[in-house]
């Protein structure tokens, strides 16, 4: 586990944003099955973006999907299995690779780490306690007797090397408590030649140091922090965590978020700190969620 630092407070807020956009120009029927309301006439079903069945759940015909990420003409594709990189620059998408690499919830990052036009580096979320940090590592369970979890279970961001899209690589792993539910890049902040992950995740569930089992690790039981992450642009295999940022409510008389109590939610805790989608402002120095 990193040193820590507190000096820097992460904001927690919800808000609604709406905006508007303009008419799909292109032929409804290059597009696939038009959805029905509530979502539009605007709003396409894509064939090319089904997901193969789920490995550890035959009754899952397909894996969930989660984020996208962009980078010009190309998609990075998330989902609970890992993620495929598409090319969008035509009404109809074309698979330039499918990465099997199961570990929900899957959602991309990608960043120019080398300037020349194209991602070259992605970074992955993996919410979910899995026997290992590698590509084919399956969902790991508690021991019945003891109620922890096996040596070496792990859960994080992954980070690949996509400079060749046809053939992504991964090549770190950096283990997160209570893992990582989506992610936020904060790029050469300040000129470094790194690029800072934030990471936010929350105590869904337990894990090795995650909720009652964390506490036994040192730590709080209701999370509280978006951990920091830094892959330099030079070897992003070299990516590790750097510090940690306290989550604040500004104007709850508690300082909690209570799901249950306060908000009628289904969730196993009814005190934890946590942000789901990070927004950075750089130029500020604050992280808005």
Known sequence: MSPRSKAVAVLCAAGFALSGGAAMAHDPNELGT??????????????????????????????????IAFWGDTAYVGDYGGFRVFDVSTPTPQLISDVRCYGPQGDPSVFDTDKDGEADTLVLSVDSVLTSSECGAGPAAKDAVTGRYPAGAWEGLRVFDISDPAMPEQVAAVYQDCGSHTNTLLPAPRGKQAMYVLNSSYPLGDGPTCGPLGAGQGRAVNHGVVQVIEVPFADPSKARELTEL?????GDADGVYKPVSEHGIAAPLDNFLGCHDLSSFPDKGIVGA
């Open 34 to 67: 038009p959805l029905t309301h509530p979502f539009g006439q605007n709003f396409w079903f894509f064939a090319s973006f089904q997901t193969a069945q789920n490995p550890y759940n035959a009754a899952n015909t397909h894996v969930t999907s989660s984020d």
């Open 246 to 250: 306290p989550v604040v409510y500004p």
